[in-house]
């Protein structure tokens, strides 16, 4: 056990590129992380890692060995899923990533559910507006919301997300209520964007009568992390363009109101993304089963909720 340990720590040094990060994902101290990759570096005979004060860089023969230990915890893996199916009792660690807004109002409340309806299953769950790489980092399961791009992945639908422009009411008393979004840029608003480095998306994609049209917006604030962009917003900074279920009980309760309704921006898709070799255990398929039904259930309920405010 000892042996797996030391592998499984060098699976995520490698993966996370640091020995404090993987610490934090093993529960444990970077201490006892350095002295786990150490021992393993004895046993091999080998050196895996490049240490600086600066950066850690896997050597030739850490990434060699990268690829078997990966084979080793996924052959264990497979094990666990084949004694899950014949327990019927999952069990093991599950590495799952999403957006910021997703994770906080759609998966997180429900994590402690999941626990308790399966006790043998471990989660970890790490929150980032930013692109993730989810091959490279390790995990079994990413929920992503935006343009799907083509991958090597497993790309599970779950929903689409209407979006909505919105402001707070002293923002539309000072600046006006904006129809469309020509208006948005002939008159000056202050549009609120979410942008991090490499970030593809600059401008707003909008339906018009005439098909989808982007629009340049400009604004004083952008920030990497949506709901900033929404306390910004509630403070009267500036429009703002979120997936309604985000800011639903803000539109229900008045604080704040819809803007440039004539072209709404599109659409925005959720999705579970799974690497090729995680497709058949069984536990990612039970976690993933179980969160995309009460995505569901929350999506319809923020969309009957909004029916009801009156047009």
């Keep these: 056990m000892a042996y797996l340990n030391n592998v499984q720590m060098f699976v995520r040094v490698y993966e996370l590129g640091s020995m404090s990060a993987a610490a934090r994902d093993q529960r444990t101290s970077p201490a006892v992380a350095s002295a786990r990759v150490a021992e393993l570096e004895k046993h091999l005979g080998v050196r895996l890692f ?38 019927a009792t999952p069990r093991g ?20 559910g999941f626990k308790d309806a399966n006790p043998e299953i471990e989660l970890r769950l790490r929150l980032s507006d930013r692109s993730i790489d989810v ?43 904006p129809a469309d979004g020509a208006a948005l840029v002939r008159d000056g608003h202050d549009c609120l964007n979410l942008r991090f480095p490499g970030a593809r998306e600059f401008q707003w994609t909008l339906k018009t009568p005439t098909g989808p049209q982007r629009f340049k917006i400009r604004g004083p604030f952008e920030s990497d992390d949506g709901d900033v962009l929404t306390a910004w917003a509630l403070d009267g900074r500036g429009i703002v363009m979120k997936p309604v279920f985000e800011i639903a009980d803000h539109l229900l309760n008045g604080t704040l109101v819809p803007v440039a309704e004539a072209t709404p921006p599109q659409p925005v898709t959720l999705a579970a993304l799974t690497p090729h070799r995680r497709l058949r255990d069984p536990k990612v398929t039970l976690f993933a089963d179980f969160i995309a039904a009460r995505i569901k259930t929350a999506l319809a309920e923020a969309e009957a909720a909004l029916a009801q405010l009156p047009r």
């Design 93 to 112: 660690i599950i590495y799952v990533a999403a957006p910021l807004g997703i994770g906080r109002r759609l998966i997180a409340p429900h994590v402690p």
């Design 135 to 177: 091959t490279g980092e390790g995990l079994d399961l990413a929920f992503h919301l935006g343009t799907l791009e083509d991958s090597t992945l497993k790309v599970r639908v779950i929903a689409e997300c209407p979006r909505i422009l919105c402001a707070a009411p002293d923002y539309v008393a000072r600046r006006g209520r």
């Design 50 to 87: 490049n240490r600086t004060t600066r950066s850690l860089q896997p050597t030739s023969n850490g990434q060699l060995f990268y690829e078997g230990a990966l084979k080793i915890l996924d052959a264990i893996s497979e094990a666990e899923g084949a004694l899950s199916h014949a327990t």
